[in-house]
Each structure stands twice: as C-alpha cells, then as structure tokens.
C-alpha cells in the first residue's frame, strides 16, 4: 500500500513538474532544449526560448497587443491574450491564449509541435518530443554604417572661430569610433567615407543598403544663429515638430540644393522612390527611436553638455535607410565654449566612446531580448 501512495506522489510530482522540448538541428549545431511549464493546467514556455532555439527576432507592439515573431526570415504576428496568429494572410489557432505575465509572454507547446511544422515544412518537423529543424537564420545586428556627415567641398558647420569644419570633427571621431567596434566587438563596421571626401547624402544611405547593414548612424556637429545655443540630441527619423528641430533639418538637408545641384537636386530626394523610402523606414521607427534614446543617455552622462533629448525630423540623409538610422548632433560649434570641446581630441574619444557603449547596448538588447 505504501509503495502505491510512493508512486502515485511521484507520478503527481513528474506530471507537475517543468517539461523540455529537445531541438535538433540538421548540421552540426549543437542541440538546444526549450523549457516548458504548466500554467492553469496547460503546456507552455517562454516567448524568448524562440530566439535560443530559432535565432527568432521577436518585437513587442504593447499598444496594438501583439508580438511579431521573425522566423527563417518570415513573420507571424502572434496576439497577446488570444489563441491567434497571422502569417501571410491566412489566419491559424493554437488552441490555447498567449499569456503575458508580469512582463513575460508565454506561448502554448501547440505552437512548436503544430504550429511550426505547419508553417515551416521545409524546415521543421516534429516527432517523439524531438523537433528536427534547419540551421536557423541569424538576425542579429552584424554590420553597421557608420556616417560622419559632409566632406570634401561642403564642411558642413563652421565654428564660432572660423577656423574648424564639422566635417573635420566628425571624421576622427568616426574614425576612432570604428576602431573601437572592431576591437571590441564582432561587428563588421562600414564608414560612409574615411577621408575628406563629398558623398552625397542619397549615395550614403544606398551604400548602407547595398552593404545589407542593421544599423545606420550618421554623425554630425550643429549650428545657430545664437551663438548662445548649445548642447547634444540624437534625431530618428519623423516630422520635425518644432522649430528648433525644423531649424537642424533645413541646415542638414540644405547640402542638397547647395552642393548637388539645386532645386533639381531636392526635387529627387521628394519624388516617389524617397516617399516609398520613407515607408520602409516605418517599419524601423520603433527601433531607431530606441537606439536614438540609448545613444542620448549615454552621451549626456558620459561628457559635460546641456541635454537636448531625442528628436525628431525629416533628414534626407535618413529617408533612404532600410534599417534602424538616427543622425548624432555632438555639439553646436557655433557656440564658442562648445566649438572649444569638439576641438578637443580627449573630449572627442570620449563622445566616440559613448557612443560606441550606447551601439553594444542597443545591439545586446536587440539580439538578446528580441
């Protein structure tokens, strides 16, 4: 009698206990195991042991309540609190809700054993607790552009001194930036241009799409009127809402009438192709203003400089990109104690420095908790 008491509670523990899913993968990866746990007496597991198991890009959309979940390069977009999930246009059940709980989302095994196989024929099968699956697709950020703006016959903003370009500047700060991504980092990092050279701006965001990059970071220094103005904000793209970032977006974007060739030149960066562009770079917004948001942190607590905060404005210099972009503005040179800081080359290692910290958290949340 005992001994059945002693089985029966050893039955109950097991069958309460937290359950794993075994994920075999067709070449020489090393296999991974998904973790599963009851919840209200169904199977579930964590949202991110898709990113272990499938490299999956995973995005969360609190207002619209819905994770969208990258895959093999395809998406599905899961809703939160319901049983439902899009992929394409067809429209599939898992049987049980996805939950959310205290910040975490939680998907039932239907999804891996049913769903997947499904979805993925080609690449995942499911049989005896184990699923067989193709090498997943790696969307990690990888390679970055890095865009020290101006060059060449446009110096971009000229100091309170008359003596120094931005164009001057941002180069060794870009310069210096790169070193420290490829030394510390496994990025593969791209400049825009690595001498005093004139790119213009279309062509500097074609080269970052042509190069597959993740991410575009465009540096550069201010101007005003008011020699009074100063200090550091990090712009993603958007329509500029006040006049003071209507003021950073006509002196950035008045490049193209003055040095590609007119109004004719404006006219191409306003035609359909950018409009479409400008489309693409929606889809990113959620990203970029993130990124924008890390890189201003960082920056205002790593130098002394007034915080001017994330904005936002329309730069044609952006419009282009097809992956998160932000444009840097690391000081007014118009301004005489700042044009003396961005001169400075400890001051300017320590802005490359920020924001080399601020790319490895962004790119560190974006591959680990996506």
């Given amino acids: 009698m005992r ?28 296999p991974e195991i998904i973790n599963t746990e009851k919840i209200e007496g169904e199977e579930y597991f964590n949202v991110f042991e898709l990113n272990k198991a499938f490299k999956a890009h995973i995005k969360e959309d609190i207002l619209d309540q819905r994770l969208k979940i990258n895959i093999y390069d395809n998406q599905l977009v899961v809703l939160i609190n319901a049983s ?66 101006h060059g060449g016959k446009d110096p971009g903003a000229v100091g309170f001194s008359k003596e120094n370009y931005e164009k001057d500047i941002v180069l060794r700060i870009a310069l210096y930036l790169k070193k420290l991504l490829r030394e510390k980092t496994d990025l593969d990092v791209v400049l825009t241009r690595e001498s005093d050279d004139f790119v213009s701006l279309q062509e500097r965001t074609q080269l970052a799409n042509r190069a597959n990059a993740d ?50 030149a404006v006219k191409r960066y306003d035609d359909l192709a950018f409009i479409l562009a400008d489309m693409a770079q929606n889809e990113q917004l959620v990203e970029s203003y993130e990124l924008s948001s890390i890189l201003q942190n960082n920056l205002v607590s790593s130098v002394d400089c007034r915080n001017n905060g994330v904005r936002q404005a329309n730069f044609y210099v952006l419009r282009g990109a097809y992956m998160p972009a932000v444009l840097v503005e690391l000081g007014y040179l118009t301004n005489k104690e700042e044009e003396k800081k961005l001169i400075n080359e400890s001051y300017q290692d320590k802005l490359a420095q920020a924001i080399y910290h601020g790319i490895k958290n962004f790119k560190y949340k974006f591959d680990q908790i996506q």
């Fill in 84 to 149: 439902y999930l899009f992929h394409g246009n067809k429209l599939y059940n898992c049987g049980q809700p996805v939950l959310a709980r205290q910040g975490k989302y939680y998907l039932p095994v239907s999804f891996l054993t049913d769903i997947l196989p499904l979805l993925y024929p080609e690449q995942i099968s499911y049989d005896s607790n184990v699923i067989r699956a193709a090498t997943p697709v790696d969307s990690s950020i990888r390679k970055i552009v890095i865009d020290p703006g």
């Fill in 215 to 264: 991410l575009f970071v465009s540096l550069h220094c201010n101007a005003n009127l008011s020699n009074k103005v100063n200090g550091i904000e990090v712009y993603y793209l958007s329509t500029a809402i006040t006049d003071e970032d209507r003021a950073a977006e006509a002196l950035e974007n008045s490049v193209v009438y003055d040095f590609e060739g007119g109004e004719e």
């Fill in 3 to 30: 001994r059945a008491v002693f089985f029966f509670l050893f039955l109950v523990y097991v069958l309460s206990t937290d359950a794993s899913l075994r994920v075999e993968y067709n070449t020489s990866l090393a």
